[in-house]
């Protein structure tokens, strides 16, 4: 069977287009203060350097989101057109300002309208319910009619880390309630002839991920529509571990023909991710035929894998997308990597990297840490260096690192312990996704997370 992409529709945003027979576009994120023009607009450029053809930064206010004319002004005189996007959570006045200054906002079903989520189990009758869709709907249209004014093209961007209790009391922390998130919005914007609209559906777990994408498929198919796809694996992590991961989930997907536009979220220098997301790009033809091969050849329930690569890092790219879709769909469950140049120590530890990374099994402790943004509340880079040299022998252990409230307790609902910014300089920990300390100076809560999880662990003896 011949590689074939699916066939999205065309938007356009800014001096590029996505989707339609466009090549994937490659993208990041700033993790600098959107207040601080200068700062924004350096990154900005290094990113573009690397070869990213769109730049998010984060707009948590509206100081933020009218700072993005400056930072839009300052790019362009720069002689830089990569296109800008705002980040929005919480607050849709932001987005409204925001689409007046940027190429492109992106928005979060799951707290757009909808109250941030506590977890609660909410009740509502099928009228309620439709109030709830029909206030969604009366916020949302302002919104669209400002993008159309300025030509400024929208991401509906869910995170499984921030479904509404709404969306989750009615279809539970699933696939379909994730997709149906989306489709929520979609359905609005096809009611008001707006199209010029990419969605992701994002998580730190790559089989929600996967699945999660590939029913969206399903859905917008069965509902004619093709709204090009972004891809992602969110709180990847960095080192290695983000790497593969992001291989693993973003692979398994772009090896079946799914995705207009990726970005791989490191929690490293966002220029870093750049030449990654490019290189999972180019792999594409070669893992495609690489996955192939292993399907038909699957014997005891093991995939051997035959690779040839220039460097590690090449090495784990190629071998976690090759497999990932293997693995996630539990075709097999046990991988043996063969490639000259490289140390069977090496090569057994990718191999158990790639299958933790796919949820197969638990050989090392899992760290769910986010890429860091202009909300990050910490020196996200050094705490988790930190934490992950004290607790790097908890084998099996999941915690999370996240830089703000956004996502952190929902992607730590999957996690054992989390560390979050809670406000500058503060941070509090969680235990799955209770909040155990809040608001614990900044310069003592590595100690304080390290602390808990021993005597909690002591506990479990």
Do not use: W
Not at 208 to 215: A, D, E, G, H, T
Not at 225 to 233: A, D, S, W
Not at 377 to 383: H, K, Q, R, S
Not at 432 to 439: G, I, Q, S, T, Y
């Amino acid at each position: 069977m011949a590689y074939v992409r699916r066939k999205s529709h065309e938007i356009h945003v800014g001096n590029i287009s996505i989707g339609g027979d466009n090549p994937i576009r490659v993208q990041s994120m700033t993790n600098t203060s959107t207040m601080d023009t200068e700062a924004s607009v350096a990154q900005i450029l290094r990113i573009a350097e690397a070869g990213g053809e769109l730049v998010r930064l984060t707009t948590q206010g509206t100081r933020e989101a009218e700072n993005m004319s400056a930072i839009h002004d300052a790019v362009r005189l720069a002689g830089c057109e990569v296109p800008l996007v705002a980040d929005v959570h919480f607050n849709p006045n932001v987005a409204d300002v925001a689409a007046k200054y940027c190429e492109k906002v992106r928005i979060n079903p799951g707290n757009y309208v909808d109250a941030a989520r506590q977890f609660k189990q909410l009740e509502y009758t099928d009228e309620q319910y439709a109030q709830e869709l029909q206030k969604i709907e009366n916020r949302l249209i302002p919104f669209l009619n400002i993008c159309k004014e300025h030509g400024t093209a929208v991401r509906i961007g869910v995170n499984h880390g921030s479904l509404s209790d709404r969306i989750m009391s009615r279809y539970g922390d699933t696939p379909a309630g994730i997709v149906e998130s989306c489709m929520e919005f979609l359905r609005i914007c096809v009611r008001h002839n707006f199209m010029d609209v990419v969605i992701s559906i994002k998580a730190s777990n790559t089989v929600v991920m996967v699945q999660s994408m590939r029913l969206l498929v399903e859905q917008m198919q069965a509902e004619g529509m093709t709204f090009p796809l972004h891809l992602g694996v969110t709180e990847a992590g960095e080192g290695e571990d983000g790497r593969i991961k992001s291989a693993v989930g973003i692979g398994a997907l772009l090896t079946e023909g799914i995705g207009d536009t990726i970005r791989v979220s490191l929690s490293e220098a966002p220029e870093k991710e750049i030449p990654v997301a490019r290189q999972l790009v180019d792999m594409i033809p070669e893992c495609y035929m690489l996955r192939e091969e292993a399907l038909q050849s699957i014997q005891e329930d093991t995939v051997t894998l035959h690779l040839k690569a220039d460097n590690m890092e090449q090495l784990q790219l190629k071998a976690a997308m090759a497999v990932g879709a293997i693995f996630i769909d539990r075709k097999a469950h046990k991988l043996d990597i063969i490639a000259e140049g490289f140390s069977e120590e090496q090569l057994r530890d990718l191999s158990d990297s790639i299958l933790q990374a796919a949820r197969i099994k638990f050989v090392k402790t899992e760290y769910i840490s986010c890429p860091g943004c202009g909300r990050t509340l910490y020196d996200l880079e050094g705490t988790i260096h930190r934490i992950k040299a004290a607790t790097a022998h908890l084998k099996g252990l999941k915690i999370a690192i996240m830089g703000c409230i956004v996502n952190g307790p929902g992607e730590m609902a999957d996690a054992d312990y989390g560390y979050v910014g809670a406000a500058r300089g503060k941070v509090s920990l969680y235990k799955a996704k209770e909040c155990v300390e809040k608001n614990i100076p900044e310069e003592e809560a590595v100690e304080r997370l390290l602390q808990f999880i021993e005597e909690d662990l002591k506990q479990k003896e």
